[in-house]
C-alpha cells in the first residue's frame, strides 16, 4: 500500500512538473500526446514491420522531444526543426540497436523485420546470439541509416541558430555508440558495446566548445 501511496505521489509531482512546463514555455500539448500515443502502440515491444516503421516511432517519440526542448530554449525554427527530426530518428535507431542484447536475451527481438528477411537472419538467429556476416549485415544496415540521418542533420548546421545546439548535444553518444559497433564489426552482442564511455563528459565538453553538433 504504501509503494502505492509513493507512486501515485511521485506520478502527481512529475504530471504538475509538466503542466507548470507547458505553462512557462508556452510548449505545443501535440508533442506530449504524439509521445504518448506511440508509446501506448509499442507497450508489447513488437518486431518493426521495416525500417520505416522504426523511423515513424523514433519521430513521434525522440524527436518530439527534441522539439519541446528546442521551445524550452526558446527556438522556433524551420533549420532547427529538420535538424531536430534526423537526430531524434537517429536516436530512436540506435537505442534499438543498443537495446537488441537485453531483447534477445528476454526472447524478443524488435530489429526491422524487412532488413532480417533480406540478409535471411531470422528472430531466433537473434535470441541465439549468432554473430554470422548476415546477422551483422542486418545491424550495418540499420546502422547506417542511423549515420545517414545524423548527416542529414549536420547538413542543416549553418542555418541552424546557435542556441538550439544544447538540445542536439546528444548526438554525442550516437556518434560514439556508431564508432564503437563500426569496431567491432557490427557484432551487436559484442560485450563492449554495453560499457559505459568514460570520455563521454570530455566529448561532450569539446563538442560544445567548438558550438556544433
Known amino acids: ?30 508533442w506530449f500526446t504524439k ?21 515513424t516511432y523514433a519521430e513521434n517519440t525522440q524527436s518530439a522531444l527534441l522539439y519541446l526542448t528546442l521551445e524550452m530554449l526558446g527556438v522556433r525554427d524551420i533549420h532547427a526543426d529538420h535538424a531536430a527530426s534526423h537526430i531524434g530518428k537517429a536516436h530512436g535507431i ?7 542484447p537485453y531483447h534477445s536475451a528476454r526472447r524478443k527481438v524488435v530489429l526491422p523485420m524487412d532488413i532480417c528477411m533480406l540478409h535471411g537472419v531470422s528472430q531466433e538467429d537473434f535470441i541465439r546470439g549468432k554473430q554470422e556476416k548476415n546477422v551483422r549485415d542486418v545491424i550495418y544496415d540499420i546502422a547506417s541509416q542511423a549515420h545517414i540521418h545524423l548527416e542529414h542533420a549536420r547538413s542543416f548546421r549553418k ?49 560544445s566548445w567548438k558550438k556544433t553538433y
Open 1 to 30: 500500500m504504501q509503494y502505492y501511496h509513493n507512486f501515485i505521489y511521485i506520478n502527481m509531482n512529475v504530471l504538475f512538473d509538466i503542466f507548470q512546463a507547458v505553462k512557462r514555455h508556452n510548449l505545443t500539448k501535440m
Open 159 to 207: 542555418k541552424v541558430p546557435a542556441k538550439a545546439y544544447p538540445a542536439f548535444y546528444c548526438t554525442v553518444a550516437l556518434d560514439a555508440y556508431l564508432y564503437n559497433i563500426r569496431k567491432v564489426d557490427f557484432n551487436i552482442f559484442h560485450p563492449s558495446l554495453q560499457k559505459r564511455s568514460t570520455l563521454l563528459p570530455l566529448y561532450l565538453y569539446i563538442r
Open 94 to 100: 540506435v537505442t534499438c540497436l543498443r537495446a537488441t
Open 35 to 55: 509521445i504518448i500515443d506511440e508509446r501506448e502502440k509499442n507497450l508489447d515491444d513488437r518486431a518493426y514491420r521495416n525500417i520505416q516503421e522504426l523511423e
